[in-house]
């Protein structure tokens, strides 16, 4: 059965940083791309980042040049760290697991596995 549980959201001012980490208990952990999601009360889901098995990453431009995503094999963990972070950054984070052509990598419905989501909020 494939866990993903996130850690490190939290409350920050405009400007700060976090990084988030997601472990990932699966067997072919291997063979899956990882990504980050988010979604804000009313708002429709965004994808952010993501990360391919060989490390290829692909990132939405909203988050180009603040946010990097990346994964330490030996301890099953995707990290996205966040920096100069905005208000409009306010939003439960989540992370997802799956086999997903590189296409597809930032559209939510090509995962199946997801954490629970951990909460970000910044303030100005």
């Known amino acids: 059965q494939v866990q993903l549980v996130e850690s490190g959201g939290g409350s920050v001012q405009s400007g700060g940083s976090l990084r988030l980490s997601c472990a990932l208990s699966?067997?072919?952990?291997?063979?899956?791309?990882m990504a980050w999601f988010r979604q804000a009360p009313g708002k429709e889901r965004e994808g952010i980042a993501a990360i391919e098995s060989d490390g290829t990453t692909r990132y939405a431009e909203f988050v180009k040049g603040r946010f990097t995503i990346s994964r330490d094999s030996a301890k099953d963990t995707v990290y996205l760290q966040m920096n100069n972070l905005k208000p409009d950054d306010t939003s439960m984070y989540y992370c997802a697991a799956g086999r997903v052509a590189y296409w597809l990598l930032l559209n939510g419905a090509a995962y199946n596995h997801w954490g629970q989501g951990t909460q970000v909020t910044v303030s100005s």
């Open positions: 699966a067997f072919t952990y291997h063979d899956f791309a």
